[in-house]
T-cell receptor, first 117, second 112 residues
Framework: GAVVSQHPSRVICKSGTSVKIECRSL??????MFWYRQFPKQSLMLMAT?????????EQGVEKDKFLINHASLTLSTLTVTSAHPEDSSFYIC?????????????FGPGTRLTVL | DAKTTQPPSMDCAEGRAANLPCNHS???????VYWYRQIHSQGPQYIIH???NNETNEMASLIITEDRKSSTLILPHATLRDTAVYYC?????????????FGKGTSLLVTP
């Protein structure tokens, strides 16, 4: 399967600061990447869809000015949590889409654990 | 969006086959069934997907009923490392392609 990496794997920051999370497709080019968030004991929730060279598409209820997404190349998408608050503490996971003939497959990164103090 | 229903938890003895059921009675004709699993504090891992034919790969087998309203993921010889939450997902098209709508999944515990 395709390999997706995330950096950092874990970050602790103070309230009010911004945090950038990187998502890279290591052995393939990904025109589309997705960002998910997972709170403890809950399932993954899609936050936004990131397309290379264009603006991200956010899911309902996700603040685009707070969660800035940049997909400047075919192998890198970044998520910046601006002015982070304790309620933003969560497990952030990205995935990259591999296009197939009739359907797509998503491969996920290992996740980034964000703790806001 | 087509919804899926899975049992919240299952147990399986090590070495035995684990059969994880999934109900997706509202699935549309062009929607695929995907299976992922998530080991604690890791990103989900792709297992297998299918449309209407049964599928097999090195990880598992996917059996889809003829009416496509349900499916079963089979791990032929479960090991302790297969303990994870297993998600059955029917893909949906978002604004920019197929997004995955994760439900609560089935927590599989493989016991010695």
């Amino acid at each position: 399967g395709a390999v997706v990496s995330q950096h950092p794997s874990r970050v602790i920051c103070k309230s009010g600061t911004s945090v950038k999370i990187e998502c890279r497709s290591l052995d393939f080019q990904a025109t589309t990447m997705f960002w998910y968030r997972q709170f403890p004991k809950q399932s993954l929730m899609l936050m936004a869809t990131s397309n290379e060279g264009s603006k991200a598409t956010y899911e309902q209820g996700v603040e685009k000015d707070k969660f800035l997404i940049n997909h400047a190349s075919l192998t890198l998408s970044t998520l910046t949590v601006t002015s982070a608050h304790p309620e933003d503490s969560s497990f952030y996971i990205c995935s990259a889409r591999v296009k197939r003939e009739r359907t797509d497959t998503q491969y996920f990164g290992p996740g980034t654990r964000l703790t806001v103090l | 969006d087509a919804k899926t229903t899975q049992p919240p938890s299952m147990d399986c003895a090590e070495g035995r086959a684990a059969n994880l059921p999934c109900n997706h009675s509202t699935i549309s004709g062009n929607e695929y069934v995907y299976w992922y699993r998530q080991i604690h504090s890791q990103g989900p891992q792709y297992i297998i997907h299918g449309l209407k034919n049964n599928e097999t790969n090195e990880m598992a087998s996917l059996i889809i009923t003829e009416d496509r309203k349900s499916s079963t993921l089979i791990l032929p010889h479960a090991t302790l490392r297969d303990t994870a939450v297993y998600y059955c997902i029917v893909n949906r098209r978002s604004n920019s392609g197929y997004a995955l709508n994760f439900g609560k999944g089935t927590s599989l515990l493989v016991t010695p």
